[in-house]
């Protein structure tokens, strides 16, 4: 059952529920993941590691950038007291950034264990950056309720949107 129109996440109302997730950090951080992978390109001595800890650390960077904007930002333009409260919940509504870059750092990590070489373990974490895109984005339409019709729009504007990633790793021959 989804949750009350109450409990769906608006940047502008942090009164009510403690469930405030913004899943759109989620598909931000899926991008930038997959951006990260097609941006990295070689890297040194121990390139899944190096490519596993850049894609771990951008999105914990990205993620205090956020929740900094979110707290310094919004807050302080809009003269609200800064407490623990909401450093805890720009905390937590941003944790989507970080969230997703774990599944493409997790496919970096296991690719020896499938027999895959570099090349192929940049496609693989790049394909698994897209599609957590695209499913971060289906889950925040089905979140807002958003119908069948929006779910898949913004799904495929998504899809759309790693699919350019990926042509843009196909021209730069990473």
């Known amino acids: 059952m989804?949750?009350?129109a109450d409990r769906v996440r608006d940047r502008g109302d942090h009164t009510g529920s403690r469930d405030h997730t913004d899943y759109s950090g989620g598909v931000y951080g899926s991008l930038l993941a997959a951006s990260?992978?097609?941006g990295a390109g070689t890297l040194g001595a121990f390139p899944r590691a190096e490519l596993t800890l850049l894609l771990l650390a951008t999105g914990v960077v990205f993620w205090v950038a956020h929740v900094h904007a979110q707290l310094f930002g919004a807050r302080m333009a809009q003269r609200r007291r800064l407490d623990r409260t909401a450093v805890l919940r720009a905390c937590r509504e941003e944790w989507p950034i970080v969230e997703a870059s774990l599944p493409p750092a997790a496919a970096v990590a296991v690719s020896p264990l499938l027999g895959l070489d570099l090349r192929a373990t940049g496609w693989l974490a790049l394909g698994v950056a897209v599609a957590g895109q695209v499913c971060w984005s289906a889950a925040a339409a089905l979140r807002a309720r958003a119908s069948w019709r929006m779910v898949a729009l913004t799904s495929g504007v998504n899809l759309l949107l790693g699919l350019l990633?990926?042509?843009l790793k196909t021209v730069?021959?990473?």
Request: aromatic share 0%; charged share 10%.
């Open 2 to 4: 989804p949750p009350p």
């Open 36 to 38: 990260v992978v097609v």
């Open 172 to 174: 730069l021959k990473h």
């Open 165 to 167: 990633i990926i042509a």
